[in-house]
């Protein structure tokens, strides 16, 4: 787990911290500096059993949610973090792009899902969505 701070995205629950869960390096630094050069602190996880862990004891304001993880995948992760945090933003990035898939990651329980190779424009959008929503 690594954790750092850039500048920080404000709300009225304080800071809006993402947490990248994904088991490929070069998709955390990626997403990492993107996020945080955008103002949002970042916290990362490179299984879903860390994810779960992470989301659990230092409650992000969101979670991007890889689906294929070493341990537990991602929508086991998610699973177990809304059993425990249901209001908790979880957005699905997947190479599973099918809109068979993106319903069954609905219905499991994600807030949005992120067709992998995806725009890092369309993931900052998203973040500032719920960010956005998180302040009001």
Do not use: W
Not at 31 to 43: D, H, I, N, Q
Not at 84 to 102: K, T
């Amino acid at each position: 787990m690594r954790c750092s701070s850039g500048m920080r995205e404000e709300t009225s629950l304080g800071t809006f911290t993402v947490l990248v869960a994904d088991d490929n390096e070069v998709a955390q630094r990626l997403c990492k500096r993107v996020l945080e050069k955008a103002g949002y602190p970042v916290l990362i996880a490179a299984d879903g059993l860390q994810a779960v862990d992470i989301a659990l004891s230092q409650r992000p304001a969101m979670i991007l949610m890889d689906v294929a993880m070493p341990g537990i995948d991602g929508l086991e992760a998610m699973r177990r973090i809304k059993a425990e945090v249901p209001a908790m933003p979880i957005v699905i990035a997947s190479a599973h792009s099918m809109s068979s898939d993106r319903e069954r990651f609905l219905a499991a329980g994600a807030d949005n899902v992120l067709s992998k190779p995806f725009r890092l424009a369309d993931l900052i959008s998203i973040v500032e969505n719920l960010a956005k929503a998180a302040s009001t």
